[in-house]
């Protein structure tokens, strides 16, 4: 079935420093992918998205590429800030019957000042 | 402002003892379903649903009920809650939208503690 890793954290960096949180997925046809950001104390929201491969969803600083080849959806920032600790997820839309979101296990960052 | 509101946002109670979670959303949305969240294993859902009185199960759904009766509302029943189900859980709601890639928002959540 239809399946999310990513990696395990926490992560930890300092602020201004680069990230790069790894997602891989596994899926029939073609998944839409997302990020979802959960700070403390709050539900998820999305952070970005992108619906087809090699398409490139962006917002706040972060970026990540649909990419088919390799199943890969990474997610990146050029320079943290302490407010972008967090837990982050990854997640796909199954484009069945369902169009049920399947979400990878979260990663948790700490920007330290 | 567009939002999915739960409630309680902290719930202890007994074994045993019957509870409900209430969601409700201000967006229209066709589709909603209920997560719940431990740690090591992400979001997994419970139940869902497609539209009003279209209902079912997700990928854990032992120990739950749901039902939508209208449109807004998508309440989670645990008619005899047990400690395994203590546990962090979230209602979303999203537009039909097959294949668009739509947002899902999210509700705060509710801590459950089963005792």
């Known amino acids: 079935g239809n399946s999310v890793t990513q990696m395990e954290g926490p992560v930890t960096l300092s602020e201004e420093a680069f990230l790069t949180i790894n997602c891989t997925y596994t899926a029939t046809g073609y998944p839409s992918l997302f990020w979802y950001v959960q700070y403390p104390g709050e539900g998820l929201q999305l952070l970005l998205k992108a619906t087809k491969a090699d398409d490139k969803g962006s917002n706040k600083g972060f970026e990540a590429t649909y990419r088919k080849e390799t199943t890969s959806f990474h997610l990146e920032k050029g320079s943290v800030q302490v407010s972008d600790s967090a837990v982050y997820f990854c997640?796909?839309?199954?484009?069945?019957?369902?169009?049920?979101?399947?979400f990878g296990t979260g990663t948790l960052l700490a920007v330290q000042p | 402002e567009a939002q999915v509101t739960q409630n309680p946002r902290y719930l202890i109670t007994v074994t045993g003892k019957k509870l409900t979670v209430t969601c409700s959303q201000n967006m229209n949305h066709e589709y909603m379903s209920w997560y719940r969240q431990d740690p090591g294993l992400g979001l997994r859902q419970i139940y869902y649903?497609?539209?009003?009185?279209?209902?079912d199960k997700g990928d854990v759904p032992e120990g739950y009920k749901v039902s939508r009766k209208e449109k807004r509302n998508f309440p989670l029943i645990l008619e005899s809650p047990s400690p395994n189900q203590t546990s962090l859980y979230f209602c979303?709601?999203?537009?039909?939208?097959?294949?668009?890639?739509?947002?899902?928002?999210f509700g705060q959540g509710t801590r459950l503690t089963v005792v």
């Open positions: 649903s497609m539209n009003v009185e279209v209902t």
């Open positions: 997640a796909l839309s199954d484009r069945g019957a369902t169009n049920k979101l399947i």
């Open positions: 979303a709601s999203r537009t039909e939208g097959q294949g668009a890639g739509t947002e899902a928002f």
